[in-house]
Nanobody
Framework: QVQLVESGGGMVQPGGSLTLSCTVS?????????MGWYRQAPGKERELVSK???????YLQESLKGRFTVSRNNATNTAYLQMNALKPEDTAVYYC????????WGQGTQVTVSS
């Protein structure tokens, strides 16, 4: 059974920073699999934020470039999302995603950007 455990969410003021982490465990996941992050704001559909392969090929939503960075540690199957210069519109539930033969999802972590 594959589990995704997220951490790092919380409340921050505009302009602040947060780092999300997600660790994948379980024999159903291979470290060659992809990992990434989606987010869902209130009243909106879930959207792709970023993906990263085991070879560190990355995709980042165009509008987030310069503020967000994705990285991973293949040895621990942990992905990170460094978020800087946060804006109120970044407020959402952030979901970790992993793929190895099928999609796997974390439980979500709330990020609130507010003064």
């Amino acid at each position: 059974q594959v589990q995704l455990v997220e951490s790092g969410g919380g409340m921050v003021q505009p302009g602040g920073s947060l780092t999300l982490s997600c660790t994948v465990s379980g024999s159903g996941f291979n470290s060659d699999g992809a990992m990434g992050w989606y987010r869902q704001a209130p009243g909106k559909e879930r959207e792709l934020v970023s993906k990263i392969t085991s070879r560190n090929t990355t995709y980042l939503q165009e509008s987030l470039k310069g503020r967000f960075t994705v990285s991973r540690n293949n040895a621990t199957n942990t992905a990170y999302l460094q978020m800087n210069a946060l804006k109120p519109e970044d407020t959402a539930v952030y979901y970790c995603w992993a793929w190895w033969l099928r999609d796997y999802w974390g439980q979500g972590t709330q990020v609130t950007v507010s003064s």
